[in-house]
C-alpha cells in the first residue's frame, strides 16, 4: 500500500514564526504536492515537484516555498506565519502515467493554526 | 477553461437510501481522467476510482458505482444503501493530457447519513 505521512496532525504557531511542515511518501513516486483545504473552496494547490530539487508553483503559492532535497520528502515552508495561513494542509505523491498525473495518494493532513 | 463543478454543497439521507453526488466538468481535451476521493472525518483523502475519457462503461465496486456520460460531461457517483459510515466529504477530480500539472478538484459534496 502506498503511504504519505505527514510530520504533524496538528499544529500551532505565533504570527511571524517559520513553520515547517514535512511529508515523506513510501513509494518512490516522482510526484509530490502540497495543498491546502479550505471550507467552500476545496482543495488548491500550493507547489508540487516532479523531481529531487525541482518545484513549480500552483495556484497559491504567495507566502510559502518548498523544499525537495530527497526523491521521497517534500517540505512546505512559512517564511513568516500569518493568521490567513491557518488552514488544512494536504500532502500528496503519484507516479508519472504516460504524461498524465496519475492517482494521487494523500497523506493524513495537517491542520495549521495560526495564533 | 478546465473546471470541475460538484453543485451539491451538502446532502443528508437515512441509512440505507441510495444516493447520487453529482460532477459535471469541462474540459478542452479529448484526453482526460477523472477521479473521486472520499474525505472521512479523520481528514485524509482516500483514492476511489480513476476513469479515462476513452471509457464510457459504467463501474460497480460493491455498493458504490459511476456514471460516466461524455455527452453531458458527468461522472456521477451513488452509493446504493447507504451506511453511516459513508458519511464523507467525497471530492470529483479531472486530470487532462496536455495539463500534466496538476488536479483539477471539485469543490466537494459533504454526505451526512444519519441512522
Known amino acids: 500500500d502506498v503511504k504519505v505521512t505527514q510530520s504533524s496532525r496538528y499544529l500551532v504557531k505565533r504570527t511571524g514564526e517559520k513553520v515547517f511542515l514535512e511529508c515523506v511518501q513510501d513509494?518512490?513516486?516522482?510526484?509530490m504536492f502540497w495543498y491546502r483545504q479550505d471550507p467552500g473552496l476545496g482543495l488548491r494547490l500550493i507547489y508540487f515537484?516532479?523531481?529531487?530539487?525541482?518545484?513549480e508553483k500552483g495556484d497559491i503559492p504567495e507566502g510559502y516555498s518548498v523544499s525537495r532535497e530527497k526523491k521521497e520528502r517534500f517540505s512546505l515552508i512559512l517564511e513568516s506565519a500569518s493568521t490567513n495561513q491557518t488552514s488544512m494542509y494536504l500532502c500528496a505523491s503519484s507516479p508519472i502515467a504516460g504524461g498524465f498525473i496519475d492517482t494521487q495518494y494523500f497523506g493524513p493532513g495537517t491542520r495549521l493554526t495560526v495564533l | 477553461a478546465q473546471k470541475v463543478t460538484q453543485a451539491q454543497t451538502e446532502i443528508s439521507v437515512v441509512e440505507k437510501e441510495d444516493v447520487t453526488l453529482d460532477c459535471v466538468y469541462e474540459t478542452r481535451d479529448t484526453t482526460y481522467y477523472l477521479f473521486w476521493y472520499k474525505q472521512p472525518p479523520s481528514g485524509e483523502l482516500v483514492f476511489l476510482i480513476r476513469r479515462n475519457s476513452f471509457d464510457e462503461q459504467n463501474e460497480i465496486s460493491g455498493r458504490y458505482s459511476w456514471n460516466f456520460q461524455k455527452s453531458t460531461s458527468s461522472f456521477n457517483f451513488t452509493i446504493t444503501a447507504s451506511q453511516v459510515v459513508d458519511s464523507a466529504v467525497y471530492f470529483c477530480?479531472?486530470?487532462?493530457?496536455?495539463?500534466?500539472?496538476?488536479?483539477?478538484f471539485g469543490t466537494g459534496t459533504r454526505l451526512q447519513v444519519f441512522p
Open positions: 513509494m518512490d513516486h516522482e510526484n
Open positions: 477530480a479531472l486530470s487532462e493530457s496536455y495539463n500534466t500539472d496538476k488536479l483539477i
Open positions: 515537484s516532479y523531481d529531487v530539487k525541482m518545484k
